[in-house]
DNA sequence: GGTTACGGT
């Protein structure tokens, strides 16, 4: 009941630490306190004050050793008192508020601070008004009674002290905190194994685990080349009022959600007991945050920075987890101010390459219909002709592929002059491991390619515009791959006896129907035959920018070995022999289409594709229905058959995500012969993409 | 604010 008594003891109006630590009063409320100094901390200039912070300890908290913090706010480094150890201090009108998870004071303007310098006060019962210190502040009035003199005379002489820290502790740790080692960092020069305060927008919500430890992702805009590299889904540019930017063809839930900006600028954070409490209440995806002494380690992968928040041992009460406000731009922190500022930035460049992407479509229908015109000059009945030109173009290319890489279409340095074709911002937007030749075809949609070719024919005076079977012509898509075949990378390339098929005539080569895929026509099994192995496979390819609402046209192409060779960078072999090339082709059209492995594994495709693959010559149909090389001649039915697969096939990859970069690829479309008499069909072909494995 | 960092996918 002694604490009763000391209650009453203290002068009118005053309150007792205790009663703050345990939360009688409620953050804002204004109170008069008056402690002893057990700590301080160096006077420093913040961007707008002078600030300096000091414990306080009465009878109520003698017997911790920590005290209550005083939060001291002035214009002036002169408004701030001097003060030395012990000194008893008599404040007024100051903020009771809860910050770092512990409560303590903070200075308004209405608060006045006095202060007694404690090797002065006298014993009890005389005054202590002689100890007083000189007033600091010019407009802050005295409102020290003998009462409260009294008191402090007493207060301090009755304070047991044990607890506190000696005179020693106290000059060692008030020298210490002079020298503020600023552990600010922005995400791009955080080092592993360190300690960092952070400036952060929470990028993905934090996921609690039974043991309420939280994983989140957060992002300050600027690019650490040790993070991980965050993959866009399904830039869209139907939803440019998105704020979130980047959103999916089927809302993912919140839990899930990333509105991180593309590449390496985001960092996984796992925080423990207490601070995940603060992520618990106040922070949701979107929020900026302040995050102290994060420690950077590699992660358990060993591959990418990740960040730790974990308890203070010493102070296991603090919380090194706080939301930033938005609201006072006026007040803000210049570090979150910047921040906000990349943050602007990076959505603006968002929306532009979104806008572009969209005008891209739109200059691609105009092209489209001004095409048809330049047809005219292309006599249709010259298809011979034109196939021996075609071939040509083939054979230039082949060679040229296997000495030059593709150049890349996105600009290389950032010194590089504002780029105005919006192909090279498509290619800013999608997967940078990718490059295809420059072209100065401009950028269209699948869903406009697989539209029927008309050519203009002159007869008399007239101009009839006629459906055919295929025009020869170059295109430039912004696409992913959501498919490929044969479903066994293995059988990616084929081979021939190279005896047999030395000198290709031109009717196998422009079918590619002279590759021996047949095992039971000998050679294969036997040693002394030589094989040649070329790539021969199909992707199906999806617009990764569909026209509003609609589902994302899809097409088969083929890649030759050419292309193949270009693409991967690998010249064909027997990948169930060659065990290196099979993990090296694996590992590069990763880069190309992502999980897509994994969706078609996890969704039971193999079986049906194995099948399918047996009948996967040209312009055969697989034993599913699905078109594995070639289209029709009916354009209408392609494409009515391709968007309907589609739709199966994307129920079917629901199971799993189909995570992938986007990438602008050159599509080829042409014709070949379907055996039958001048009857033709039209086919597409990649040509020109290099994966860089960089 | 100085130090210093486990604990779990």
């Known amino acids: 009941m002694a604490s009763q008594q000391e209650e009453g003891d203290l002068p009118q109006g005053f309150v007792r630490l205790r009663d703050v630590l345990d939360q009688k009063f409620v953050p804002g409320h204004i109170v008069n306190v008056i402690g002893s100094i057990i700590d301080t901390q160096a006077l420093f200039k913040t961007s707008k004050d002078w600030k300096t912070t000091w414990s306080l300890m009465d009878w109520s908290v003698e017997d911790e050793c920590y005290g209550v913090k005083l939060n001291i706010f002035?214009?002036?480094?002169?408004d701030i008192p001097q003060i030395a150890y012990q000194d008893v201090v008599v404040v007024h009108r100051v903020k009771v508020q809860r910050y770092g998870g512990n409560m303590s004071f903070i200075t308004n303007h209405q608060t006045t601070i006095r202060v007694?310098?404690?090797?002065?006060?006298?014993?009890?019962?005389?005054?202590?008004?002689?100890?007083?210190?000189?007033?600091?502040?010019?407009?802050?009035?005295?409102?020290?009674?003998?009462?409260?003199?009294?008191?402090?005379?007493?207060?301090?002489?009755?304070?047991?002290?044990?607890?506190?820290?000696?005179?020693?502790?106290?000059?060692?740790?008030?020298?210490?905190s002079a020298n503020v080692k600023d552990k600010f960092s922005l995400l791009q020069d955080v080092q592993a194994e360190r300690f960092y305060d952070l400036i952060v927008r929470v990028v993905r919500a934090p996921h609690f685990d039974f043991d309420n430890k939280a994983t989140l992702y957060v992002s300050d805009y600027t690019e650490n080349p040790a993070f991980h590299d965050h993959i866009p889904e399904n830039l869209d540019a139907s939803q440019d009022g998105d704020v979130y930017g980047y959103t999916w063809e089927e809302p993912a839930p919140v839990a899930e959600r990333w509105i991180a900006p593309?590449?390496?600028?985001?960092?996984?954070?796992?925080?423990?007991?207490?601070?995940?409490?603060?992520?618990?209440?106040d922070v949701k995806l979107g929020s900026w945050i302040g995050l102290k002494n994060v420690q950077i380690r590699l992660g358990h992968d060993y591959k990418y920075l990740e960040g730790f928040v974990r308890e203070d041992r010493t102070y296991p009460n603090r919380i090194n987890v706080y939301p930033l406000n938005l609201d006072d731009r006026e007040n803000m922190d210049d570090r979150l101010t910047a921040a906000l500022r990349r943050q602007q930035?990076?959505?603006?460049?968002?929306k532009k390459v979104i806008k572009d992407i969209k005008s891209a479509q739109v200059a691609g229908q105009k092209r489209k219909a001004s095409q048809v015109q330049a047809i005219e000059d292309q006599p249709a009945l010259k298809a011979k002709q034109r196939r021996a030109e075609n071939r040509a173009k083939k054979k230039e290319e082949k060679a040229r592929q296997n000495v030059v890489s593709a150049a890349p279409v996105a600009p290389?340095?950032?010194?590089?002059?504002?780029?105005?074709?919006?192909?090279?911002?498509?290619?800013?937007?999608?997967?940078?491991?990718?490059?295809?030749?420059?072209?100065?075809?401009?950028?269209?949609?699948?869903?406009?390619m697989l539209e029927p070719s008309f050519m203009k024919i002159k007869i008399d005076a007239d101009t009839v515009e006629v459906q055919v079977p295929f025009v020869n012509k170059k295109y430039l898509t912004f696409v992913r791959v959501v498919d490929f075949s044969p479903s066994c990378i293995e059988d990616f390339a084929v081979s021939r006896k190279i005896?047999?098929?030395?000198?290709?005539?031109?009717?196998?080569?422009?079918?590619?129907?002279?590759?021996d895929e047949d095992e039971s026509s000998g050679g294969d099994n036997d040693p002394t035959v030589k094989r040649a192995w070329e790539w021969r496979f199909s992707l199906l390819l999806e617009d990764a920018l569909p026209a509003d609402g609609s589902s994302p046209a899809r097409v088969w192409v083929t890649v030759n070995n050419g292309a193949g060779q270009?693409?991967?960078?690998?010249?064909?072999?027997?990948?169930?022999?060659?065990?290196?090339?099979?993990?090296?082709?694996?590992?590069?059209?990763?880069?190309?289409?992502?999980?897509?492995?994994?969706?078609?594994?996890?969704?039971?495709?193999?079986?049906?594709?194995?099948?399918?693959?047996?009948?996967?010559?040209?312009?055969?149909?697989?034993?599913?229905?699905?078109?594995?090389?070639?289209?029709?001649?009916?354009?209408?039915?392609?494409?009515?058959?391709?968007?309907?697969?589609?739709?199966?096939?994307?129920?079917?990859?629901?199971?799993?995500?189909?995570?992938s970069k986007p990438f602008t690829c050159p599509i080829k479309q042409y014709g070949v012969r379907t055996g039958k008499k001048d009857e033709w069909m039209r086919v597409f072909a990649m040509d020109g993409v290099r994966i860089k494995d960089v």
């Open 499 to 515: 005896t047999q098929y030395q000198d290709l005539s031109d009717s196998e080569n422009s079918n590619g129907s002279s590759l």
């Open 345 to 350: 930035a990076a959505d603006k460049e968002k």
């Open 74 to 78: 002035r214009p002036r480094e002169t």
């Open 566 to 659: 270009c693409l991967t960078n690998l010249d064909a072999d027997d990948l169930r022999k060659n065990r290196k090339c099979r993990y090296q082709l694996q590992d590069i059209m990763h880069i190309l289409w992502g999980n897509l492995e994994e969706v078609k594994a996890a969704n039971g495709e193999k079986q049906q594709a194995s099948k399918q693959e047996v009948n996967s010559k040209p312009g055969s149909r697989g034993s599913n229905g699905n078109r594995t090389q070639m289209p029709d001649l009916d354009s209408d039915e392609e494409k009515e058959e391709a968007s309907g697969r589609g739709k199966e096939s994307s129920s079917r990859l629901n199971e799993i995500r189909l995570v």
């Open 262 to 281: 593309e590449g390496k600028k985001s960092l996984q954070v796992t925080c423990w007991e207490p601070h995940s409490r603060a992520l618990q209440e």
């Open 412 to 448: 290389s340095t950032k010194s590089d002059p504002p780029k105005q074709n919006p192909t090279q911002d498509v290619t800013l937007a999608g997967n940078r491991q990718i490059f295809c030749e420059k072209s100065n075809v401009g950028l269209t949609t699948i869903e406009s």
């Open 116 to 176: 007694y310098e404690s090797s002065k006060i006298p014993r009890p019962p005389e005054s202590a008004s002689v100890a007083l210190r000189p007033c600091t502040k010019k407009d802050e009035r005295p409102e020290l009674t003998e009462e409260i003199h009294h008191f402090v005379a007493a207060f301090y002489h009755k304070l047991d002290k044990t607890n506190a820290p000696s005179e020693e502790v106290f000059r060692q740790a008030a020298r210490q």
